[in-house]
């Protein structure tokens, strides 16, 4: 019996590498197939395929290829690619997804059309019939009706997990059909992965529907997956980056339409306002500055303290590869704070730390004596690898040295997901979830016409999905734990709550408010967290 599903599973594996083969050379030309040369094929082990190469089939983020001549879509025009990768015109922002159908005309739930192995009802049935032939014989018939007789190996897992996926593809499942290739490649099947990539590519589209355009990102991360991009692709955020004032614009309209930056941001720097009220000099550690739009409301609101606004110092840490999202170092964002400042007759220095954020010791720090100390984690901390990772566990050193500066307060805003020490498959799976909610919370306050949308969606989240799903190791930067884990964090580093007011949770419910009303906040445990219907995205909270 083994003997014979052995030999079952590896005319099947054959069937669908032909299948593979004559799909691509006759709807896929532009792309690299397998490579001929498949070796190490042992049909007496279940038709493993050893795969020798695999890169650069697929245009992925970085959008670069040794051979063919990709197209690469634009919200506005396309630009050709040669075969070196370099670009033979320019035209504004690219959206580097080759071979994904960017018509809004494409429907979620509806039939797939065009599909590179289903291209209609009859020609599905048509390849079921004869995978099935192959698996089970020629006396048997998948699409029969339940109440038929069928053979009892068709009740193994194996052959239901088949139909499943078999017929999720012309209905559209899109969810289903990302879900199995990510268990394909999570059980090492590169042949089933290879052939669902296939079909992915005609069912996802950066201008359809949220799950479409999560699904386009998905994809690339599997794709980058199999070809160990992954890492290049997050390094460079995008086949080229664009200028300076160019992220600006799309991190502010993502800012503008979903409420989760100004929720961190406003929860944190309400703490920092209330652990300070009465402080005459203020020292605020940002170990994340970016372009310091979070502390424009904080000088303003010391501004109009009673009784006059203290002297504030904010030292902000950034490394320098974050140089071109700022049009230049961190010195502009200290000319930009202390034009405010000036201007709202607040005194102000400021203290640019160009310095990694996991290599940060505490002489980079400026402490001085006679100040009161805010520190500031907002959605930084995840990025610092942890004993899981390294030795050095740079997560929890970060904490013990902060804790060791004596703060009166510390804020904490973190993505509310799980995917620090998962393995791949169930950090797929939650990275799905997470992700589906914030691309709905997108889609209902974004118009889907809307422009700029795709490139929004692209260089602010899409390198965070590909990171998440294609890299492991020290590679894998985006790594998101629960505020559970966050909590244990801080009390091992000797750290106790520190509540938000009611006066800071009603500001910051009046926020939401202003949004969809599918946005909730709730307070538990001492903390806020921010959510999409039941979904829990942000989580915020305080400590001293």
């Given at each position: 019996?083994?003997?014979?599903?052995?030999?079952?599973?590896?005319?099947?594996?054959?069937?669908?590498?032909?299948?593979?083969?004559?799909?691509?050379?006759?709807?896929?030309?532009?792309?690299?197939?397998?490579?001929?040369?498949?070796?190490?094929?042992?049909?007496?082990?279940?038709?493993?395929?050893?795969?020798?190469?695999?890169?650069?089939?697929?245009?992925?983020?970085?959008?670069?290829?040794?051979?063919?001549?990709?197209?690469?879509?634009?919200?506005?025009?396309?630009?050709?690619?040669?075969?070196?990768?370099?670009?033979?015109?320019?035209?504004?922002?690219?959206?580097?997804?080759?071979?994904?159908?960017?018509?809004?005309?494409?429907?979620?739930?509806?039939?797939?059309?065009?599909?590179?192995i289903t291209d209609d009802v009859n020609d599905?049935?048509?390849?079921?019939?004869?995978?099935?032939?192959?698996?089970?014989?020629?006396?048997?018939?998948?699409?029969?009706?339940?109440?038929?007789?069928?053979?009892?190996?068709?009740?193994?897992?194996?052959?239901?997990?088949?139909?499943?996926?078999?017929?999720?593809?012309?209905?559209?499942?899109?969810?289903?059909?990302?879900?199995?290739?990510?268990?394909?490649?999570?059980?090492?099947?590169?042949?089933?992965?290879?052939?669902?990539?296939?079909?992915?590519?005609?069912?996802?589209?950066?201008?359809?529907?949220?799950?479409?355009?999560?699904?386009?990102?998905?994809?690339?991360?599997?794709?980058?997956?199999?070809?160990?991009?992954?890492?290049?692709?997050?390094?460079?955020?995008?086949?080229?980056?664009?200028?300076?004032?160019?992220?600006?614009?799309?991190?502010?309209?993502?800012?503008?339409?979903?409420?989760?930056?100004?929720?961190?941001?406003?929860?944190?720097?309400?703490?920092?306002?209330?652990?300070?009220?009465?402080?005459?000099?203020?020292?605020?550690?940002?170990?994340?500055?970016?372009?310091?739009?979070?502390?424009?409301?904080?000088?303003?609101?010391?501004?109009?303290?009673?009784?006059?606004?203290?002297?504030?110092?904010?030292?902000?840490?950034?490394?320098?590869?974050?140089?071109?999202?700022?049009?230049?170092?961190?010195?502009?964002?200290?000319?930009?704070?202390?034009?405010?400042?000036?201007?709202?007759?607040?005194?102000?220095?400021?203290?640019?730390?160009?310095?990694?954020?996991?290599?940060?010791?505490?002489?980079?720090?400026?402490?001085?004596?006679?100040?009161?100390?805010?520190?500031?984690?907002?959605?930084?901390?995840?990025?610092?690898?942890?004993?899981?990772?390294?030795?050095?566990?740079?997560?929890?050193?970060?904490?013990?040295?902060?804790?060791?500066?004596?703060?009166k307060v510390v804020t904490l805003v973190e993505?509310?997901?799980?995917?620090?020490?998962?393995?791949?498959?169930?950090?797929?799976?939650?990275?799905?979830?997470?992700?589906?909610?914030?691309?709905?919370?997108?889609?209902?306050?974004?118009?889907?016409?809307?422009?700029?949308?795709?490139?929004?969606?692209?260089?602010?989240?899409?390198?965070?999905?590909?990171?998440?799903?294609?890299?492991?190791?020290?590679?894998?930067?985006?790594?998101?734990?629960?505020?559970?884990?966050?909590?244990?964090?801080?009390?091992?580093?000797?750290?106790?709550?520190?509540?938000?007011?009611?006066?800071?949770?009603?500001?910051?419910?009046?926020?939401?408010?202003?949004?969809?009303?599918?946005?909730?906040?709730?307070?538990?445990?001492?903390?806020?967290?921010?959510?999409?219907?039941?979904?829990?995205?942000?989580?915020?909270?305080?400590?001293?």
């Amino acid at each position: 019996m083994q003997a014979s599903q052995r030999l079952r599973r590896s005319a099947m594996s054959d069937t669908l590498y032909k299948s593979v083969q004559k799909t691509e050379a006759s709807y896929l030309p532009q792309f690299q197939t397998l490579d001929k040369q498949m070796t190490n094929i042992n049909r007496t082990q279940g038709g493993n395929h050893s795969i020798q190469t695999y890169s650069d089939w697929y245009c992925t983020l970085e959008s670069s290829s040794p051979t063919g001549k990709y197209v690469v879509q634009n919200s506005i025009s396309a630009v050709s690619f040669t075969p070196n990768g370099s670009p033979t015109s320019h035209q504004e922002s690219q959206s580097c997804l080759s071979d994904v159908h960017y018509s809004p005309d494409t429907n979620y739930n509806s039939p797939v059309s065009g599909s590179c192995i289903t291209d209609d009802v009859n020609d599905f049935r048509h390849k079921l019939k004869e995978l099935e032939t192959v698996m089970l014989g020629p006396n048997s018939d998948v699409l029969d009706s339940c109440d038929n007789s069928l053979p009892s190996c068709m009740t193994s897992p194996e052959i239901g997990c088949w139909r499943q996926m078999l017929e999720a593809i012309p209905r559209g499942d899109l969810k289903h059909v990302l879900i199995a290739c990510a268990k394909a490649e999570s059980d090492g099947d590169l042949l089933t992965a290879q052939w669902l990539i296939s079909e992915l590519r005609q069912m996802v589209s950066v201008s359809g529907e949220p799950i479409q355009r999560l699904g386009a990102y998905i994809l690339e991360g599997l794709v980058a997956r199999l070809a160990a991009s992954g890492s290049s692709i997050y390094k460079s955020q995008r086949c080229k980056e664009p200028a300076s004032f160019e992220l600006l614009s799309y991190m502010h309209i993502l800012h503008e339409v979903c409420p989760y930056f100004k929720f961190g941001y406003m929860s944190a720097n309400g703490a920092i306002a209330e652990a300070m009220k009465d402080e005459q000099r203020v020292h605020i550690i940002d170990f994340q500055i970016s372009q310091g739009s979070q502390w424009v409301t904080l000088i303003q609101a010391f501004a109009a303290r009673p009784g006059g606004p203290p002297h504030i110092r904010i030292t902000g840490i950034d490394d320098s590869k974050s140089a071109y999202a700022r049009g230049g170092g961190l010195n502009i964002v200290g000319k930009r704070l202390s034009t405010l400042a000036e201007s709202f007759k607040v005194p102000f220095e400021f203290h640019a730390a160009a310095i990694s954020t996991s290599d940060v010791q505490l002489e980079n720090l400026g402490i001085r004596p006679g100040e009161a100390l805010a520190v500031n984690f907002a959605f930084v901390l995840h990025h610092m690898p942890d004993e899981s990772v390294s030795t050095e566990n740079h997560r929890d050193r970060l904490i013990r040295l902060v804790k060791s500066l004596n703060p009166k307060v510390v804020t904490l805003v973190e993505q509310e997901s799980n995917t620090n020490t998962a393995a791949f498959f169930p950090r797929f799976l939650e990275t799905l979830d997470y992700y589906t909610a914030m691309f709905e919370s997108i889609d209902a306050t974004l118009p889907r016409a809307h422009k700029e949308r795709i490139n929004v969606e692209q260089h602010c989240l899409a390198k965070d999905i590909v990171n998440i799903i294609a890299c492991e190791g020290i590679e894998r930067v985006e790594r998101h734990e629960l505020l559970g884990k966050w909590k244990s964090r801080f009390r091992m580093a000797g750290f106790s709550p520190y509540p938000l007011s009611s006066l800071v949770n009603s500001t910051i419910k009046a926020l939401v408010e202003n949004y969809c009303d599918k946005y909730r906040l709730e307070e538990r445990d001492g903390a806020l967290y921010l959510g999409w219907m039941n979904r829990d995205l942000v989580a915020s909270c305080a400590w001293k």
